[in-house]
């Protein structure tokens, strides 16, 4: 049996904003350190050994990770940070008041936007330029619906971790609500039409126990 951690980022400035984010490079904020805080305290008390730790490129992951880590002394365990886990791209949506969205395109307009998994939102008129991704030479989306993201992520799920999984290596994933959601969605294999129901509050550890065929054994949320 080997353990699999999923966590969402502590806080963010834009969580506080209530604004969306996607790849916006949004930062920690007093509570959101609290949080990876409170994390790391509960996460030593399982006494599991974690063995890898996995980011998004954005820093509200990566601080978040780091906290967590340091709180557990481990700060010598490999960080691999990609892309691949980056929250979806909202597109045109991005640092846009929640609220403010809902008056200008209509609630439930933005929920399908933010929920059903299709549905892409609002696309960038052209793409942004971040010089962490012209590194590594991924083009910035325009826009994701969360099947988009699903699909860029689930490469470095089959590709990075699932085997380091089946080594019996324990692994802690820091990411973010959208990638998050669609990751337990395959994991669980969650209709649809259902996806609306996995809901993934920032800061509290979500602890797998997977068998040799990393099917779930059992599942509990560190509160």
Request: with cysteine; proline share 4%.
């Amino acid at each position: 049996m080997v353990k699999l951690i999923l966590m969402r980022h502590g806080e963010s400035t834009a969580n506080m904003q209530n604004t969306f984010t996607g790849w916006t490079d949004a930062t920690l904020t007093d509570k959101g350190r609290q949080q990876a805080q409170a994390a790391g305290i509960a996460l030593e008390q399982t006494a599991i050994q974690i063995d890898d730790v996995h980011t998004s490129m954005l820093k509200r992951t990566i601080m978040t990770a780091l906290i967590v880590c340091d709180i557990l002394n481990i700060n010598w365990v490999p960080i691999f940070k990609t892309w691949r886990l980056n929250e979806r791209h909202y597109g045109a949506l991005a640092g846009l008041d929640k609220d403010q969205a809902r008056q200008k395109y209509g609630v439930e307009q933005v929920e399908s936007w933010r929920r059903g998994f299709t549905d892409v939102p609002p696309k960038l008129a052209k793409q942004e330029h971040q010089p962490a991704y012209d590194r590594i030479g991924v083009a910035i989306p325009l826009a994701e619906s969360l099947e988009m993201t699903q699909q860029r992520l689930l490469p470095y799920w089959q590709e990075a971790i699932a085997p380091k999984l089946q080594d019996g290596r324990n692994e802690f994933i820091v990411a973010h609500g959208s990638s998050l959601r669609v990751l337990i969605k395959y994991l669980e294999q969650v209709p649809d039409d259902q996806l609306d129901q996995i809901d993934i509050p920032n800061g509290k550890p979500i602890i797998y126990t997977l068998d040799e065929q990393l099917q779930i054994v059992d599942k509990k949320v560190l509160d």
